[in-house]
Nanobody, 124 residues
Framework: QLRLVESGGGLVQPGGSLRLSCQVS????????VAWIRQAPGKEREGVSC????????DYAASVKGRFTISREFAKDTVYLQMNNLKSEDTATYYC?????????????????WGQGTQVTVSS
């Protein structure tokens, strides 16, 4: 069973920042694309960002481009999502998910394995 453990969520004011972390099992970053996907009550699930296993190429949803940055740290088996200039519409549960593929990642892909999620609430 592969491990995906998210952390870093919380309550932040509009315009603020948060950094989410997803710690994964060893070697996952070498062979799996990793994505951040969010789900808000009453809204459709949205792929936010992803990073490709093969060369680190990234993809972002239009709604977060320029505000969110995905990165990875092999030494810590961790993927990060730096979220700046947060808006109320960013409020959601954020999940880390993985896909074993040779293809470059896409936020529109189906990711079969998910973590438990971390809640992000943007409110004044």
């Amino acid at each position: 069973q592969l491990r995906l453990v998210e952390s870093g969520g919380g309550l932040v004011q509009p315009g603020g920042s948060l950094r989410l972390s997803c710690q994964v099992s060893k070697f996952v970053l070498d062979y799996y694309n990793v994505a951040w996907i969010r789900q808000a009550p009453g809204k459709e699930r949205e792929g936010v960002s992803c990073i490709s296993a093969n060369d680190g190429r990234t993809d972002y949803a239009a709604s977060v481009k320029g505000r969110f940055t995905i990165s990875r740290e092999f030494a810590k088996d961790t993927v990060y999502l730096q979220m700046n200039n947060l808006k109320s519409e960013d409020t959601a549960t954020y999940y880390c998910a993985i896909e074993n593929t040779d293809l470059f990642c896409s936020v529109r892909a189906n990711y079969p394995d998910w973590g438990q999620g971390t809640q992000v609430t943007v409110s004044s």
